[in-house]
Structure formats: structure tokens, C-alpha cells
């Protein structure tokens, strides 16, 4: 069992997400960051579904209440184990009575905690994932804090051979060097005017504060909108459409961009002029507010591409692993 000293500023269970409810109006919430979650678990041995801590900027202190071995993977994320300093990206020892204390994010703004077996906690509609919006999932469907106790599950994993698990540096991601996510344009791009299209992939957009699970509020120049004669079956808004379902990453329009992220509403009015690819969603997740960073439109196919890329690598993380 592990109990929480400090729950950090946003400390969830997340783990691959919940998938199939959609059309309900349930997001997949999930790591918002599955490659680090997945090199986390790869650490220590679990299988990719197992659930772990994600921590964002500020990390959670914890006591150990049982031997365990554990990883961080994610964003730089300064750790120390009884004083002592815990590597990156390397599956450590923790002994029964040992406490993990850890501090803010030097890069990057999300680091994911993994432990051999998983942190157990009970599926909700599939998914140990937390969504906190209607307190479902993870911890009593919420950010954990001072005095929670998780358990930890169990798998099958020796401990004792997996400590030392390090994941090749190469394979990993730079959170220093995120200067653009890519996008793929579409669905009412339309309503903006040519000049606008092609500046949403010209500029630098800030990450404003109003970012997190549910959206990334992003802030720029302002872009315009194709004018049309009322009544055309949609709100009064320029930014307004008929009601479509809202992709995950897709970039909604009320007037300055929103970056929908895994805990979003899933549908509504608003123009979304196009989608971050899957892959670079993980990397948006750790661009850190005041941050700026830039659309780069690519197609399906390269989208496609790039997630098998992403693929490659963790791949080749477990084969070092093995």
C-alpha cells in the first residue's frame, strides 16, 4: 500500500483511457502523456494498461507501506528516496517505511510514477482512469490527497529483475525542443477566411494559464471568420456551426483557440478548425503554461506515419528492456 503525504498540485490515477462512450458524452480522460506512461510502465515491467500516478508540475510525496519498485518517466521531475536522488527513466528499489519526495517539473509538465503491478484501483466503465469533472474513476474520482491510501496490484513481475530497467535516452522525448505540434486542418476550416487559414500555421500561440485535462486556452493574433447573413441554423457567434462532435485534439474557435484535451466535452457549436495528431497531443501535454508553440498542418497519411514512429520506439524501449 502507498500512502499520500502530499498529493502534489494535480496528482491523478490515470492509465490508457476509457474508450467506447463517446457517444454518451464521456471523454477518454487517460494519461495525458501515453508515451511517458507507457516507458513508465515499460520500466517496471507492466503491461501498457496498468494504471499509474500522473503528477503535474508539482509531484506528490508518498510512503511506501510495502516493498515495491517503481519509475518516473514523463517530465524532468527532481526525486529523492530517504534523501537519496531517484534517476529518470529508471526502475528503483522502495523499501517498506521508505518515502518518495518529490519536486516541481524542471521540463516538461507532466511526470508518471509506475510501480511493478499498478496502482489498483476499481475500473469504472472499463477504466481505472480519473475523470474529475464528474468524480469518476481513479481515487474516489479525484486529485489525491494528504492521507490517501492506494494499493498496489499484482502482476507477476520478479521485482528484483527489474531494478535498474533504464530506458535508451534516444528513444525518449526532448521537452526542451517542442516548437510545433502537428495538425491536421479540418472539419470547419471553412469558416475562415483564407488569410486566417494560413496564419493559424504561421504564428506562435501562448499556452495561457487556463490549461489542463480538459483544454489547453491558447492565445494569439486574432483570426477572422467568413461573414455570412443570419439565419444560417447556428448561434450568432462567428465562431458558430451546427453542433458536431469535437475529435480529441481538435481546435475549437471562440475566437481564440482551445485545444481539446482527453478530459473534453465531446461535442457543441463551436467552429473546430482542426485536430492535433495523436502523437503530439502527449508532446502538447508537457508544453508549460507561458510557453508558446506552433501549428504544422500535415496530412492523414503523415499522421498516420508519425504514430507508427511513436510505435517504433516504445517498441524498441520494451526490446532494451527485455
Known amino acids: 500500500m502507498i500512502r499520500v503525504l502530499d498529493g502534489g498540485i494535480s496528482t491523478t490515477v490515470q492509465d490508457l483511457g476509457r474508450f467506447g462512450q463517446y457517444h454518451i458524452g464521456m471523454p477518454p480522460s487517460g494519461a495525458m502523456d501515453l508515451f511517458s506512461h507507457r516507458v513508465a510502465n ?4 507492466n503491461s501498457p494498461e496498468a494504471a499509474t500516478l500522473e503528477m503535474t508540475y508539482g509531484g506528490a510525496d508518498l510512503r511506501f507501506e ?3 519498485v517503481v519509475a518516473l518517466a514523463g517530465a524532468d521531475m527532481p526525486a529523492r528516496i530517504d534523501g537519496d536522488d531517484v534517476p529518470m527513466h529508471e526502475a528503483v528499489r522502495v523499501e517498506r517505511g521508505q518515502e518518495l519526495e518529490t519536486e516541481f517539473t524542471t521540463t516538461g509538465a507532466r511526470t508518471y510514477l509506475a510501480v511493478v503491478g499498478g496502482i489498483d484501483v476499481p475500473e469504472v466503465m472499463g477504466s481505472k482512469s480519473t475523470y474529475t469533472l464528474v468524480g469518476i474513476g481513479g481515487h474516489e474520482g479525484r486529485t ?4 490517501d491510501e492506494l494499493a498496489i496490484g499484482e502482476n507477476g513481475v520478479d521485482r528484483e529483475a ?3 530497467n533504464r ?3 534516444s528513444r525518449l522525448r526532448d521537452f526542451e525542443a517542442i516548437d510545433d505540434v502537428r495538425v491536421v486542418v479540418g472539419l470547419c476550416d471553412y469558416r475562415l477566411t483564407d488569410e486566417s487559414r494560413e496564419r493559424l500555421c504561421e504564428v506562435d500561440w501562448k499556452v495561457t494559464p487556463e490549461a489542463d485535462r480538459v483544454g489547453y486556452r491558447l492565445e494569439g493574433p486574432e483570426l477572422d471568420f467568413v461573414e455570412r447573413e443570419q439565419p444560417f441554423g447556428a448561434g450568432t457567434d462567428p465562431s458558430n456551426v451546427v453542433d458536431v462532435g469535437y475529435p480529441i485534439g481538435s481546435i475549437q474557435l471562440p475566437q481564440q483557440p482551445i485545444v481539446l484535451m482527453r478530459d473534453a466535452v465531446t461535442g457543441g457549436g463551436y467552429a473546430t478548425v482542426a485536430t492535433v495528431i495523436s502523437t503530439d497531443r502527449d508532446l502538447l501535454a508537457q508544453i508549460r503554461t507561458h510557453e508558446t508553440v506552433r501549428f504544422d498542418a500535415v496530412t492523414v497519411d503523415e499522421a498516420l506515419e508519425a504514430r507508427e514512429a511513436a510505435q517504433a520506439d516504445l517498441d524498441a524501449i520494451r526490446d532494451a528492456l527485455e
Open 42 to 45: 515499460a520500466l517496471v515491467g
Open 66 to 68: 510495502e516493498d515495491a
Open 144 to 147: 489525491l490527497a494528504d492521507g
Open 162 to 164: 527489474v531494478i535498474g
Open 167 to 169: 530506458a535508451p535516452e
